[in-house]
């Protein structure tokens, strides 16, 4: 009967050292620390890339600083003078690609632009 040590050692529970190791049959010792090493060095390399990924924290810092970036000057101008429901769909493409300043940023300029319009109205019927 040949044992399979490679299948019975992932089923085990995440250990540093395992029985298999002390095992006094001789047959089936060099199997079962050969096994073991294998398993111990893949655990060790899952460790390490798990270690690597927790570390590795670009991505949320780069969508922070997206979220953080401010509306371009030209934008503001343009929504200013031309507010529309064009720059409101342009609002929510940038809040779905994460650029919830410019989204905002673009709102806020839209509506003061449609005030602005509504003032100027209003101040050429009163006059």
């Known amino acids: 009967m040949q044992l399979d040590f ?16 002390s095992y006094r049959y001789t047959r089936h010792q060099v199997q079962a620390l050969t096994a073991a ?14 270690a690597a990924a927790k570390e590795d924290k670009p991505d949320t810092e780069l969508a922070l600083e997206k979220a953080a970036t401010p509306l371009n000057i030209e934008w503001k101008i343009l929504t200013f ?14 809040k779905a690609e994460g650029y919830d300043r410019k989204a905002k940023d673009l709102t806020r300029w839209t509506l003061l632009g449609f005030g602005f319009y509504t003032l100027l109205l209003i101040g050429a019927f009163v006059l």
């Open 6 to 21: 490679t299948r019975v050692l992932p089923a085990e529970p995440d250990q540093t050292e395992y029985p298999y190791t």
């Open 37 to 50: 090493q294998e398993e111990l060095i893949r655990q060790r390399r899952e460790a390490i890339r798990m």
């Open 81 to 94: 003078l031309f507010p529309g429901m064009l720059q409101l769909i342009f609002s929510t493409a940038f």
